[in-house]
């Protein structure tokens, strides 16, 4: 720590949240969002961070853009620590929050970006040039003085980038950017993202959606309960279930006794079970797919089976796993 | 301009522009005044009471318009910040709090101002009620102190809406206790003596005091005395939310509570 060989870097980061339960006797509850993380994130590199909700993501978003206190470990950006000199930090990096909201919807694009450089501290004429630059790079230009009430999902979410982007970070965090967006607005937001990060800012992304840290991420952590589990490249995170293989099948009506049956044979790693209307997908990691299948038609006896495939395994399958193991 | 001055003043002007879109600040700053002019200048024109009472009656109103703006403004300002998702993104940006909320409560300041114009109209033109002895200068400065006051207890609770929702909702008694234990619609001097003692410690009781005492010509006129302890209260607080900012920094980035969620 202390040095600036890495944009981001953590050590023991922990945060416990005390809130109170109860009406008459209240009673203190302690819930700890994160419970001793490491992490160093290099200059100019797009790293993403995949996990469930209440992993642990955004409480690490928000330490690291100086909205909370770590409750132990530390924690320093562009060299700077994230308790002693917040303001130094604040001048230096950007954030966007997912969602709709964190806008004056009943002012103008133009005015949200005007007052935000504004609070940003930049000088007028600066402000004024990279504004138009960046309504020009995000595709806003023409609609900046429509009300942002007026804005589709992806517009406003692209004017959260912009506002993200105003004061020119070195470091940009990114909590769930695509959430709720369509997939093509999803895709530009991610181009634009890519661009940012080739161009030489810090990006720190976080995601639920594996494809999007595969596509664009050039390092990845999962983290689960407060915990990085895994920590890699995208192709290494894959490795951790490279002996393995993926069995999928479609059936209508799979009985919770064979589901368990089909846990309990050798080499199988996980089964994920999701609903499609009236059927379900099963999902299987095992190390033996061949097996896998060749058992199948004994397990599945009696049951109506749609389709069966076998593939090489994802980021997500890896992801399921890394979950799963841990829990 | 410096940076944080051009800070405060579009906070300002952002607040101001919110404000005129908002039918809620229309309440505030129209129909509640009025209500209470209304009722004030009905008890107070009765026959036979003596004219300074009209005095209460056409400043009473919109001395509580001015204060309920300036300061529920502030309040209600805080709160849609955070229903906006707006409060996390204010709070972490290179200018400190107090420079953004100094800018939103200059506006609710303006705003406030104008609610004498519904009220003094309605006291001329219902009541034909009047200044006669008004002296201008005085007045002024005294609405200016009072002004002061105002700004100075603002800013010094508008960060407690910021951290704590219920605080919005305890604090409205605060309103109300100002209404009566400042003067805005009869003099102190008819309170109970132990809420005397309490008035004296509140900055725009000693600002309302010079206001009324410079509409008419009877009673003391110690203008000085009145708008030195009303600066002097209202400078004490802003020491104490020196602390109290430093305060809400620290316990917003422990609790995380200026998310809704």
Same mark, same amino acid.
């Given at each position: 720590m202390g040095t600036q060989a890495f944009a981001i870097e953590a050590k023991q980061l922990r945060k416990t949240y005390t809130t109170t339960r109860g009406v008459v006797r209240r009673e203190r509850v302690n819930q700890e969002a994160l419970r001793g993380v490491d992490l160093s994130i290099r200059h100019g590199e797009l790293f993403g961070v995949l996990g469930p909700n209440g992993a642990g993501k955004t409480t690490m978003v928000k330490i690291f853009t100086t909205l909370l206190l770590p409750t132990s470990g530390a924690a320093e950006i562009l060299g700077i620590d994230v308790v002693k000199d917040a303001q130094a930090i604040r001048k230096r990096i950007g954030f966007v929050f997912g969602?709709?909201?964190?806008?004056?919807?009943?002012?103008n694009g133009l005015d949200n970006l005007r007052y935000f450089a504004d609070l940003y501290r930049i000088p007028p004429d600066v402000s004024r040039r990279r504004i138009s630059e960046l309504l020009d790079r995000l595709g806003l230009a023409g609609r900046?003085?429509?009300?942002?009430?007026?804005?589709s999902r992806g517009m406003k979410q692209r004017l959260h980038l912009a506002r993200g982007l105003l004061n020119d970070p070195e470091v940009l965090f990114l909590d769930e950017?695509?959430?709720?967006?369509d997939p093509v607005g999803a895709r530009e937001l991610r181009s634009i993202v890519r661009e940012l990060a080739d161009s030489g800012t810090t990006i720190f992304l976080t995601t639920h959606y594996m494809f999007e840290a595969d596509a664009i991420c050039d390092r990845i952590a999962v983290i689960k309960k407060g915990e990085i589990v895994a920590q890699g490249t995208p192709s290494s995170i894959k490795q951790t279930v490279e002996n393995q293989g993926v069995v999928e099948f479609e059936v209508v009506g799979m009985a919770a006794d064979r589901l368990a049956e089909l846990r309990a044979?050798?080499?199988?790693?996980s089964v994920v079970v999701s609903e499609r209307e009236l059927a379900q997908t099963v999902t299987v990691q095992c190390a033996r797919p061949g097996d896998v299948m060749t058992r199948l038609g004994v397990i599945l006896d009696g049951v109506k089976l749609q389709k069966v495939s076998s593939r090489e395994p994802t980021l997500e399958d890896a992801y399921v796993q890394l979950i799963g193991e841990s829990s | 301009m410096s940076s944080l001055a051009r800070a405060a003043f579009s906070s300002f002007r952002v607040s101001t522009r919110l404000r005129v879109v908002s039918p809620y600040a229309y309440l505030n700053w129209l129909v509640f005044p009025l209500l209470f002019a209304a009722v004030g200048l009905y008890v107070l024109s009765?026959?036979?009471?003596?004219?300074s009472h009209l005095t209460y009656g056409l400043l009473g109103g919109g001395l509580i318009g001015f204060w309920s703006i300036t300061y529920l403004d502030g309040g209600n300002g805080i709160q849609d910040e955070r229903w906006n998702g707006t409060l996390e993104q204010i709070f972490a940006v290179p200018t400190p709090l107090w420079v953004i909320l100094l800018g939103k409560i200059a506006g609710s300041l303006l705003f406030g101002i104008t609610a004498f114009i519904p009220t003094v109209a309605f006291a001329y033109f @219902?009541? $034909?009620?009047?200044?006669?002895?008004?002296d201008a200068p005085r007045f002024a400065i005294s609405l200016g102190v009072l002004s002061f006051s105002f700004l100075a207890i603002a800013i010094t609770l508008t960060p407690l809406f910021a951290l704590w929702r219920w605080a919005f909702q305890m604090l409205n008694g605060f309103e109300l206790g100002v209404y009566v234990l400042c003067g805005f619609?009869?003099?102190?001097?008819?309170?109970?003596p132990w809420a005397q003692g309490i008035a004296g410690g509140l900055a725009p009781t000693w600002a309302t005091r010079a206001l009324y005492a410079?509409?008419?010509?009877? @009673?003391? $006129?110690?203008y000085v005395a009145w708008w030195l302890a009303a600066i002097a209260l209202s400078l004490g607080y802003m020491v104490c939310a020196v602390f109290l900012y430093r305060l809400v920094e620290r316990h917003a980035r422990i609790s995380g509570d200026l998310a809704l969620a």
């Open positions: 969602g709709d909201r964190g806008l004056y919807w009943r002012l900046e003085r429509d009300k942002v009430e007026q804005y950017p695509t959430i709720g967006l044979l050798p080499g199988v790693s | 009765r026959p036979g009471a003596p004219a @219902g009541f $034909h009620a009047l200044l006669p002895h008004i619609m009869f003099p102190v001097a008819i309170i109970a410079a509409t008419t010509t009877s @009673g003391p $006129h110690d």
